[in-house]
Each structure stands twice: as structure tokens, then as C-alpha cells.
């Protein structure tokens, strides 16, 4: 996939924030993995230029660990913007925990593999090599969020090999998949390329094939409880401008269509 060149530079990126802030807020975020090395990468130059400061709780988008975002918000946490994955974010939505208004589409995410840094990399270039690499690994792993849920409810079966991987193969929680893989404790580990690609001592062997690869659309968006709407939105605006895109693309993950 070619990914476009873009040369906004920070400069560009003060400009849209250099009028500076008449009250600063403190900005309470929810942002779940595939985000989180963007945002990072942004948080500094956000908080200098808007005068706001961003404290972020993290946690996946879906799943049954009381770190999960529709966990935290169902236990009162505070939020002011969630970042997650579009269909989770819509089902708060469906729910009445978050504005249909304030939602916005962010990058889209691929699933990527990793193996150990320095351990022997098979090739998952084709639908075909990805199949054999499952097979003749000892041990794989994926997460408990968006990505992990595809491999184990629909990869699996596509590639026709549930029966012979589903012993070996082990949905981790909370954790990070690359880390558990740098210990060694797995030798093949799927999540999303934004997620991987931080981790150290992996090494990113590539992203799914496209006939079997399963693109997720990270979105964010203001609970109704918000104590700081207005600057939820304002940071959002911030995250899907233009100007954010360099930062979003160097993590691994995806400009929207038209972007």
C-alpha cells in the first residue's frame, strides 16, 4: 500500500493552535492501543500550543478487563474524549454514554505479526504463506481488542486452520502482545501495526496479506458527561486535522480515504 508523502510541519501545526488558549483546561482522555503512539507523539506540542493539559487513562476498546474504556465509563471515571475503535465507540453512542454529534473518524489500523528480535521471520507476504507460518509456529498470540476478536472468531476459519491453531494460540489481556513476544513466552504475535511497531525487542515481521486483512477505523468522541466538553472537541478537531496526519502515519497507522 503506498502510503502518501505529507510535509506539514510543526510550524504548520503551531499556527493552528497559536492563539492561545482564553482558559486552559485540563482535558481527561480514554484512549485505547492503536492510538496511543499517535497521540503521544502529539500530546507535547498540543498541550504547549492550546495551553490545555491531557490526562489520559488507558485501556482497550472492548473486552472484559476493568481497564476496558465502556468499563471505565460504566464505573463514573471521568472523560472529556475517547479515542477507540469505531464500532465500540459507536455502541456507547447506541447506548447514550457519548454525543453522536462530537464523533469523528481518526486512521484506519492494520493487524501486523511480530517474532522476537533476532528469531528466524517467515513469510506472510501471501494468503498461502501466512497459513503455513500459524501452522508451524509453536505458540501465537493476539489481544483481547479489535484485532485479536478477527483472528480468533474470523481468521481462523478463513485460512480453514481453527482446529490445528486454537491449542496454541492465546488472547492476552492487558498487556501488550509485542512484549509478551520479546520475552520469548510467544513466538508469533498479531495486533495492530500502531501497536507493534514501539515495542522493543520485536521485530515487525509485516501486515496481513489484503485478501485477509481486517482494516480497523479508530474514531473519538465526547461522553455526554463530559466536564470539559468544548475542549474535548477542540482536541479532537486537533487529532484529525491535517496537521496531526504526519504523527498518525509514522505510528503505522492508516490516512482515511481522501486524506
Same mark, same amino acid.
Given at each position: 500500500?503506498k502510503?502518501?508523502s505529507? !510535509?506539514?510541519?510543526?510550524?504548520?501545526?503551531?499556527?493552528?493552535?497559536?492563539?492561545?488558549? #482564553?482558559?486552559?483546561? =485540563?482535558?481527561?482522555?480514554?484512549?485505547?492501543?492503536?492510538?496511543?503512539?499517535?497521540?503521544?507523539? @502529539?500530546?507535547?506540542e498540543?498541550?504547549?500550543?492550546s495551553?490545555?493539559? @491531557?490526562?489520559?487513562a488507558?485501556?482497550?476498546?472492548?473486552? /472484559?478487563?476493568?481497564?476496558?474504556?465502556?468499563?471505565?465509563?460504566?464505573?463514573? /471515571?471521568?472523560?472529556?474524549?475517547?479515542?477507540?475503535?469505531?464500532?465500540?465507540?459507536?455502541?456507547?453512542?447506541?447506548?447514550?454514554?457519548?454525543?453522536?454529534?462530537?464523533r469523528?473518524?481518526?486512521?484506519?489500523? !492494520?493487524?501486523?505479526?511480530?517474532?522476537?528480535?533476532?528469531?528466524?521471520? &517467515?513469510?506472510?507476504?501471501?494468503?498461502?504463506?501466512?497459513?503455513?507460518?500459524?501452522?508451524?509456529?509453536?505458540?501465537?498470540?493476539?489481544?483481547?481488542?479489535?484485532?485479536? #476478536?478477527?483472528? /480468533?472468531?474470523?481468521?481462523?476459519?478463513?485460512?480453514?486452520?481453527?482446529?490445528?491453531?486454537?491449542?496454541?494460540?492465546?488472547?492476552?489481556?492487558?498487556?501488550?502482545?509485542?512484549?509478551?513476544?520479546?520475552?520469548?513466552?510467544?513466538?508469533?504475535?498479531?495486533?495492530?501495526?500502531?501497536?507493534?511497531?514501539?515495542?522493543?525487542?520485536?521485530?515487525?515481521?509485516? !501486515?496481513? &496479506?489484503?485478501?485477509?486483512?481486517?482494516?480497523?477505523?479508530f474514531a473519538?468522541?465526547?461522553?455526554?458527561?463530559a466536564?470539559?466538553?468544548?475542549?474535548?472537541?477542540? @482536541?479532537?478537531?486537533?487529532?484529525?486535522?491535517?496537521?496531526? @496526519? =504526519?504523527?498518525?502515519?509514522?505510528?503505522?497507522?492508516d490516512?482515511?480515504?481522501g486524506?
Amino acid at each position: 500500500m503506498k502510503v502518501p508523502s505529507y !510535509r506539514a510541519s510543526w510550524l504548520s501545526l503551531a499556527c493552528v493552535l497559536s492563539i492561545p488558549a #482564553v482558559h486552559a483546561e =485540563p482535558v481527561q482522555v480514554m484512549n485505547s492501543g492503536g492510538f496511543s503512539a499517535a497521540y503521544k507523539a @502529539l500530546q507535547p506540542e498540543y498541550e504547549r500550543s492550546s495551553g490545555d493539559t @491531557l490526562s489520559t487513562a488507558w485501556g482497550p476498546s472492548m473486552g /472484559e478487563s476493568p481497564q476496558s474504556i465502556p468499563n471505565r465509563l460504566a464505573r463514573g /471515571e471521568p472523560a472529556d474524549v475517547v479515542i477507540m475503535v469505531g464500532y465500540a465507540l459507536d455502541r456507547l453512542i447506541a447506548q447514550g454514554v457519548v454525543d453522536p454529534a462530537s464523533r469523528t473518524d481518526l486512521a484506519d489500523s !492494520r493487524i501486523g505479526m511480530v517474532v522476537r528480535a533476532g528469531a528466524y521471520a &517467515p513469510d506472510i507476504s501471501t494468503v498461502d504463506a501466512l497459513k503455513q507460518a500459524m501452522l508451524q509456529a509453536e505458540s501465537i498470540a493476539y489481544s483481547d481488542s479489535a484485532s485479536g #476478536v478477527y483472528i /480468533e472468531r474470523e481468521l481462523l476459519k478463513k485460512l480453514d486452520i481453527e482446529a490445528a491453531v486454537k491449542p496454541k494460540a492465546h488472547m492476552v489481556e492487558k498487556t501488550p502482545v509485542g512484549q509478551l513476544v520479546a520475552q520469548g513466552r510467544y513466538a508469533l504475535g498479531f495486533q495492530q501495526v500502531s501497536e507493534l511497531k514501539p515495542v522493543a525487542g520485536v521485530q515487525l515481521v509485516g !501486515r496481513l &496479506p489484503e485478501a485477509v486483512q481486517s482494516v480497523t477505523r479508530f474514531a473519538a468522541g465526547v461522553p455526554f458527561a463530559a466536564k470539559h466538553p468544548e475542549a474535548g472537541r477542540k @482536541l479532537i478537531k486537533f487529532l484529525a486535522s491535517p496537521q496531526a @496526519l =504526519p504523527a498518525v502515519v509514522a505510528s503505522g497507522m492508516d490516512p482515511l480515504p481522501g486524506q
